[in-house]
């Protein structure tokens, strides 16, 4: 159907717009109703013409917000120029050799290699695939919780909801989980009569002793995990979120991150950070791992996608010089990895990012974020504020007062929900986060102060029309 049909079809009323999207496979979740027609900074259009406010950016992909002008420009002249330098033809193109150039000034400096893809789940198979080359171990050590893709081999290592593997095994052999740092649900802190965290407000300073004590019953499982499932000298890989973003948007107490480094280094294993949703400044830094114990992370490898580009197509595997030692050429591709538009994108993102000082803005307009939603949480059951920089989530508690301590920090199923489909009658886009009921807010690095204080009056609107309060 011709677009304006299209367009046309999806604003009309009811069924039309069911008629229209008959070919959508139901499969697909869906926040909203809304049939997108363009979109620009920190806002979009539907085909009604209704105008809202996107704090999602693509599941944190438009990080210099919708058609960046120095993106638009760059995609326009590059799409022209040529598009498809295809990887095994060529020995490079220019302009992934600018953005190879670009990715060594603000990667770790000890990643030197760049293997470029088009999906977050595609890099991470790749990350798995070169941790087995390297080591010529077999094993791979996730989190609890964590999200790393829908591939076959990326959906093994997670473990955020069930959804996303029903029906779908059976899965990659040689993934072991480990439990991963919710302190604000911890067990052994409960029993000790308190939670790991100080409840909201959580906030600035992050990680200071007073705010938050992890009990280390992780690390120790992790250890235990090292001696009784699965032999040390097995294990190629731990793979990580630093910030873990579909699994609620939680951060690592202090020392985790530090005492991973220093298990990896004493057993010889890779530890690769998958910053697809909390790297490319997100966090106010270029790769959120900087953000805890001082960087004492220091990771293996890095798995980029999403916000590198804007929302074009490129991810990619930042890794150590010697890792594709053990390779054979041939053994490593990809018909589109490193696609010359998708670079160009990625080049303009980061030179937007840099000059535009968003790194600093994502920093300033988190704090502004996260102290308006801690403001709330003295008038509706918002337990946890959590994040860095415009990684942002909340997480909804009993909305009763009475009860156990533990079960105040229960939410009544779907109110997390209830409250994004709340926030969109107010033209505020959000997602939803986790297992449990958390929602995350993922602006764009150059959301404006004025949109942040737009979206907590959305924000507060959707919970006062949830909560009736
Ligand atoms: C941390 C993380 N890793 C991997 C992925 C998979 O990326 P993609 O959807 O581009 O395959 C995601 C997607 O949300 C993610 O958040």
Known sequence: MHSTLVAAAAHAAGGALEAACQHVPGALMKFNDIVVQKGLGSWIWDTAGNKYLDMTAGIGATSTGHCHPKVVEAVREQAGNIVHAQQNIF?????????????SRIMPQQLTKYFYCNSGSEAVDNAVKIARAATGRECIIAFDGGF???????????????????????????????????????????????????????????????NRVCCGAPQEALEWMLVQHVHPGDVAAIILEPIMGEGGFLTPPPGFMAGLRQLADKHGILLIADEVQSGAGRSGMWWAHGQFDGGAMQPDMVVFAKGIAS???????????????????????????????????????????????????????????????????????????????????????????????????????????????????????????????????????????????????????????????
């Open 91 to 103: 020995k490079a193109h220019t302009k992934q050799l600018e953005l190879d150039a670009a990715l």
């Open 311 to 469: 929302g074009y197509p490129l991810a990619g595997v930042a890794t150590r010089q010697h890792h594709f030692d053990n390779m054979q050429p041939g053994t490593m591709g990809g018909t589109y990895g490193g696609n010359a538009v998708a670079c160009a994108a990625a080049l303009a993102t980061i030179e937007a990012i840099e000059s535009e000082g968003m790194l600093g803005n994502a920093s300033q307009r988190g704090v502004q974020l996260m102290q308006g939603l801690v403001g709330l949480a003295d008038r509706y059951p918002i337990i946890d504020v959590r994040g860095r920089g415009l990684m942002v989530g909340i997480e909804f508690g009993s909305s009763s007062s009475s009860g156990s301590s533990s079960s105040r920090l229960k939410a009544e199923k779907g109110v997390a929900m209830a409250v994004t489909k709340a926030a969109f009658k107010h033209n505020l886009l959000l997602m939803t986060a986790g297992a449990r009921e958390s929602i995350r807010f993922l602006p764009p690095l150059n959301v404006t102060a004025e949109e942040v204080d737009t979206c907590l009056n959305g924000f507060e609107a959707a919970c006062k029309e949830v909560y009736k309060r």
């Open 148 to 210: 790393h893709g829908r591939s076959i081999g990326a959906m093994a290592l997670t473990t955020s909801k069930v959804i996303y593997k029903q029906h779908f095994g059976p899965f990659m052999p040689g993934v072991h989980i480990a439990p991963y740092p919710y302190c604000l649900h911890c067990k052994v802190q409960a029993e000790k009569g308190h939670s790991g965290y100080h409840v909201a407000p959580y906030m600035p300073p992050f990680d200071s002793p007073d």
